[in-house]
């Protein structure tokens, strides 16, 4: 049976299912909805229409606000893990752990992959193994730097079950020097309902007067020259995906390699199957 909030295939009732179990909510989510989060998100919201105010923009931050109500969640992956992917309902893309635990993946040398764990285990104390990790974006491009297919996810299939987070995590630790027996500065998460008030805490500085609608993609996401560079904000997904949680896939035609042509025309193949619309952008 598949469960008909997350599609995944499940023996039993969505009660049962591990990742859509609403008796008790998604702990990341529950995390972004404590009293202390909300309050101190409010602060930084005051505090950004001050900030903007003084500067003659407050409609232009009005208008941004309203924009990122319509924001999705995409994550970026290379053509081998979409291939895999949306090859057939039963397979998954599970998390980093996961896929490192099961030897299906190898974790890089670089100072994401060495120092990712200490951090994820603070900001999920006790299950940082179940959240996957994407962006939010405007336009359907995710962060470029891990990966040229970017998947929009289906957001009846993740609302529930995802928060998001200021910025790259470990990039958000090194800055407020967040360490083992340390807590998380409260005012930096979110819920799907309360997106909109952190994207504009956050980046508020960003916009001036005359700001239009073709800025926001731009201000959103800043594509870096590295993972170091990159600015975005962080989407955390608790449980699993798989093809049934992808309503588009997006790719930058002339990042895709001559090499990808035969797996594309698979994958492409496997999307229309399930209706999933295929775009390519220059």
């Keep these: 049976m598949e469960c008909s909030n997350c599609h995944n295939f499940i023996p039993q009732h969505v009660r049962n299912c591990p990742t859509c179990n609403e008796d008790v909510g998604f702990p990341n989510v ?14 930084r919201i ?3 229409y001050v900030s ?3 500067r003659g923009c407050k409609r232009e931050l009005d208008d941004f606000g309203t924009a990122i109500e ?3 969640v995409v994550l970026a992956l290379n053509i081998g893990v979409l291939s895999a992917l949306v090859a057939n309902d039963k397979l998954q893309y599970i998390s980093f752990y996961y896929q490192r ?8 040398d670089n100072e994401f992959d060495l120092g990712r764990e200490s951090v994820d285990s603070l900001l999920f104390t006790h299950y940082h193994r179940k959240i996957n990790f994407a962006a939010l974006t405007i336009d359907n491009v995710g962060v470029e730097y891990y990966g040229d297919y970017h998947i929009t996810l289906r957001e009846e299939t993740i609302r529930k079950r995802t928060s998001f987070f200021e910025e790259n995590s470990l990039i958000f630790c090194l800055k407020h020097k967040v360490i083992a027996g340390t807590k998380f500065p409260n005012g930096y998460k979110a819920t799907w309902e309360t997106r909109s008030k952190l994207a504009q805490a956050k980046l508020s500085s ?5 700001t239009t609608p073709s800025d926001y993609p731009g201000i959103l996401i800043k594509q870096g020259q590295t993972g170091k560079d990159d600015e975005f904000i962080e989407a955390h997904i ?6 049934r949680t992808i309503e588009q896939v997006t790719t930058r035609s002339k990042s895709r390699r001559s090499a990808d042509r035969v797996i594309l025309k698979r994958v492409r193949k496997n999307l229309a199957e399930i209706g999933v619309i295929f775009s390519e952008i220059s």
């Design 46 to 48: 005051r505090d950004a």
């Design 52 to 54: 903007v105010d003084v």
């Design 30 to 43: 529950r995390a972004a909805q404590t009293k202390e989060e909300r309050d101190a998100l409010d602060i």
């Design 101 to 108: 635990d099961s030897g299906a993946r190898i974790p890089e």
């Design 70 to 72: 319509d924001s999705k």
């Design 238 to 243: 608790y449980g699993q995906l798989n093809r």
């Design 206 to 210: 960003k916009i001036e007067p005359g």
